[in-house]
Nanobody
Framework: QVQLVESGGGLVQAGGSLRLSCTAS????????MGWFRQAPGKERDFVAG???????TYAESVKGRCTISRDNAKNTVYLRLNSLEPEDTAVYYC?????????????????WGQGTQVTVSS
């Protein structure tokens, strides 16, 4: 079992930045990919960014250029920095540990999920 705990969400004005953190405990996840997803009210859970154990990154088009995902395997922590936030970025953000080594954009390929952290961007 892997437990994932996100932190760093909150209320921010449009144009601002946030850094989300996700710390894992339990069984090590260092060889698998990690991902961040988000879900706005009434919408599906969408892929935001993913990173392999050795640092290869994949981003959704909607955040490319203003988002950075990183991980510290020694600390079992993955980070997501979002810049130039827009009201459309408002959602609950979830961290997830993949079943695979490579990054996937589909939620079923992820075995473990955090409880989510709310990000609200005001205009």
């Amino acid at each position: 079992q892997v437990q994932l705990v996100e932190s760093g969400g909150g209320l921010v004005q449009a144009g601002g930045s946030l850094r989300l953190s996700c710390t894992a405990s339990g069984r090590t996840f260092s060889t698998n990919a990690m991902g961040w997803f988000r879900q706005a009210p009434g919408k599906e859970r969408d892929f935001v960014a993913g990173i392999t154990w050795d640092g290869a990154r994949t981003y959704a088009e909607s955040v490319k250029g203003r988002c950075t995902i990183s991980r510290d395997n020694a600390k079992n922590t993955v980070y997501l920095r979002l810049n130039s936030l827009e009201p459309e970025d408002t959602a609950v953000y979830y961290c997830a540990a993949s079943r695979r080594v490579e990054v996937s954009i589909t939620p079923p390929t992820y075995a473990y999920w955090g409880q989510g952290t709310q990000v609200t961007v005001s205009s």
